[in-house]
């Protein structure tokens, strides 16, 4: 499949979770951690940790700081709010949901297949001056210097930039190679029924098609 269709879908998907209910929320949360454990279980968990500060503010601001009906009431200036507490669990559901997802992206989708995923998406916004391919270009070398960096160490972004080549050994850079792929056949379908997909939906939700 299209790199930029995938791309499109996975934006969709990741959108889509903002607008679900606690309970199906749960489900899908509960859903990408799994998918994500079994197919990427390091980089889910490496990204996993990374937010989990983000997550403890979410629980702190959340439960301790929404008004409402206090959890322990025999403790209510200790308490978490019921309210919070819910609060937090969509939030923190969100979060995991999404964290989950970038996960299985990148895990699956090389870095060659999701710039060129990117340009594709982004070669429509030239009309209003945005050049895909300078972007293209800078979000390669971002993910080239990224995943060179040494893993656990405290590189400075100031590094980067550095000329480490003056001894004449590994001083040039690979060249950038760019993937654009063709649209199939069965790119087509997926794109037609989507559009046939989302224009049923808008109206149906119509006030006259009620």
Known sequence: MH???LLSLWFAGVASVQFLGPVALAWVAAA???LALGFARDR???LLRRVRVLMFAIVLLFGWFTPGEAVFPSWPQLSPSREGAMLALVHGGRLIAVVCAVALLLERLPVERLVGGLYSLSRPFSVIGLRAGDLALRLILVL???EASPRGSATHWKDWLRDTGDDGAGGEL???RLVRERLGPLDVAV???LGLLGLGVSLWSLPWAA
């Open 3 to 5: 790199s930029g269709l």
């Open 32 to 34: 990408s951690l799994a």
């Open 44 to 46: 889910a968990l490496r």
């Open 144 to 146: 080239r210097f990224v």
């Open 174 to 176: 690979e060249p950038v």
């Open 191 to 193: 794109a037609a029924a």
